[in-house]
């Protein structure tokens, strides 16, 4: 592969770059290649509930906030927030929790309206509805006409639903939430009313349906024209003297190589990696690169710029081993009972292995933001879980909390836990990537520069306290104890749950990624409305970094769409007659 010519060159095999090499491959004209820096997934990344014990691991790329600051992970080790990524075939999709959300309609007509054309939402719903299989549990209503049934991504609920999860979707009920479809249309018609349901997962017979088992695993030996290298960690998109992409580099086994694309260079590196790899390749703001002796090839200062996340913040409380499954059911088999759940599980593909816990979401519009009433700021998720001293170590220790605010020293562990995620949608702080150096093996520098806009603080209190709302709601027709807060806070702040002071230090100290970057190479700044990256030809961007601002609700069914979307766009300029 090394030293060939193909048409393309795929650059990651995530969540969009795998999408982007299936896609382009089904042609068999056009001959691609596709590069990625990991492997082919452990047999543990296919069990849902092992998802949490994938990070930390070799195929997690392991990077963390760069910068130490006063506003956010103050309760973490050296103040640095770890910001798990998926190092494999079908990247974060490998690790991730699997839920299946689109975000609000409203959130692509505002990426239209503002100049990102052909990016609204009657435009991207095609998109969505080809890659999906959509497979609902019969007793969840659902509005079959925005879904797809045809495509390779399984798309499916959780089978059977948890009592606890039908007592948190009663509970929004009662509050006057609809219940109904997340990702169908009732959410655009009154964004501040809100809707509630049932995860949908990307889950296929028990099985996590990733990027790579969806588009590329039967891909890969039946089609000639696609040839997909692993460990393949790339360092630059090579550029000619016209500014024109012209191959790509990357070091594999401690060689420098590379291939050529006679046709386009397509990056699906994600939002950390997808800028990292423009700068190195010396595109980005002139400055930056001249400081780090890197020659500026194409000046444009917003690549790496505007990169947004979503936070959630962990709320436990006491309740019944029944509602909270208990330490069996979350073991991962460190406590013998777990064995018949493992061998029921692989027997049926049903049972707790089956799922990632994370089990439904309510949407709603917070009201402190006139300016994000067209949409949903908002995100409480239901996590039927426990803080088992065995399943912190095994999944929650890569939080990576300072010692003296370790979860058993913070939490009651006696009895058993559930836990409410009070997440913030719509943030307006806005973080960077830059180059913390030039080789391939430097990571990127990450900075999120989490909660530094009031309006931030502000609207995540406001979520936090409607968290305890449901919470309290769920207690009266279920056996509910009281909300957990940190010792540590609480001897300081108090227990009283109408303090924003309290809130707010809460968030500050134990708030932590959801995984969901985007934005550091976006529409109208980095790349036009095609993904084509101003400045230079036949090179395009298709991933979470292209978004104009991050939708409302977890990224990865977005991710995937990006990929059809800019693979038909692809298919459409070069045209093979």
């Known amino acids: 592969m090394a030293g060939e010519t193909y048409d393309f060159i795929v650059v990651g095999a ?6 982007v090499a299936s896609r382009l ?19 543990a990344a296919g069990i849902p509930l092992a998802c ?69 939402y009657e435009d991207v719903l095609p998109f969505f509805k080809k890659s999906e299989d959509f497979a609902p549990h019969p007793d969840v209503k659902v509005e079959a006409e925005v879904h797809g049934i045809e495509g390779p991504l399984s798309v499916t609920h959780r089978d059977p639903e948890l009592p606890s999860t039908g007592a948190f979707l009663r509970a929004a009920e009662q509050l006057d939430f609809e219940v109904g479809d997340y990702n169908g249309h009732a959410g655009r018609l009154t964004a501040s009313r809100g809707i509630v349901g049932p995860h949908q997962f990307t889950i296929r017979n028990g099985q996590r349906c990733s990027a790579y088992s969806a588009f590329l695993e039967a891909d890969m030996g039946a089609r000639p024209n696609l040839t997909v290298a692993t460990g393949a960690h790339a360092s630059r998109v090579l550029l000619d003297e016209g500014w024109k992409a012209v191959g790509v580099e990357w070091a594999a086994d401690g060689a420098i190589l590379s291939a050529t694309a006679a046709r386009e260079v397509v990056l699906c590196a994600g939002a950390y990696m997808s800028p990292q790899l423009l700068l190195r390749s010396g595109v980005g703001p002139r400055l930056e690169l001249e400081a780090l002796g890197l020659k500026c090839l194409v000046d444009s200062p917003h690549v790496g710029k505007h990169l947004k996340d979503h936070l ?18 979350c073991s991962l088999g460190l406590v013998p009972e777990a064995q018949g759940l493992f061998e029921e599980y692989m027997a049926t593909g049903k049972g707790c292995p089956a799922t990632s816990l994370y089990e439904a979401s309510l949407f709603f519009s917070t009201g402190t933001r006139p300016e994000k009433a067209h949409t949903h700021d908002a995100q409480i998720s239901w996590v039927a879980s426990c803080y088992d001293p065995n399943f912190y170590t095994v999944c929650h220790g890569i939080v990576d909390f300072e010692e003296h605010f370790h979860v058993d020293k913070m939490f009651n562990l006696e009895k058993g836990t559930a836990i409410l995620l009070a997440q913030l949608i719509q943030p307006e702080s806005e973080g960077e990537v830059t180059l913390s150096g030039t080789g ?23 979520i936090c306290k409607q968290t305890i709302v449901i919470k309290d709601q769920m207690a009266k027709s279920e056996e509910m104890g009281e909300v957990l807060i940190p010792k540590n806070l609480a001897s300081r702040y108090g227990t009283d749950l109408d303090s ?11 708030a932590c990624t959801l995984y969901h970057p985007t934005s550091t190479c976006r529409i109208g700044d980095v790349v036009d409305p095609r993904c084509r990256v101003k400045g230079v030809r036949s090179l395009r961007v298709a991933d979470a970094s292209i978004m104009p601002d ?15 979307k800019v693979a038909a766009m692809i298919a459409e300029d070069n045209a093979v007659v």
């Open 25 to 43: 491959s089904e042609n068999p004209k056009f001959k691609v290649l596709l590069l990625e820096a990991g492997g082919t997934p452990p047999p």
């Open 14 to 19: 995530g969540a969009s770059g795998a999408v």
């Open 500 to 510: 924003d002071e309290l809130w707010e230090a809460w968030l500050r100290h134990y």
């Open 312 to 329: 959630y913040l962990p709320i436990p409380f006491e309740c019944p081993s029944s509602t909270a499954l208990g330490p069996l059911a």
């Open 550 to 564: 991050v939708v409302s609700g977890n990224t990865q069914a977005a991710c995937v769409m990006i990929g059809e």
């Open 52 to 120: 949490a014990s994938l990070q930390r691991t070799e195929v997690d790329w392991g990077f963390e906030d760069s910068t130490p600051g006063e506003d956010s992970a103050l309760g973490f080790a050296g103040k640095k927030m770890r910001l798990p990524r998926g190092k494999m075939l079908g990247g974060s999709t490998g690790l991730n929790y699997m839920a299946y959300v689109r975000g609000h309609p409203n959130d692509y007509d505002t990426w239209k309206a503002g100049g990102a054309d052909d990016w609204g």
């Open 440 to 462: 391939a093996s430097d990571p990127p520098l990450i900075r999120h520069n989490y909660l530094t806009k009031p309006a931030d603080v502000k609207a995540f209190v406001a």
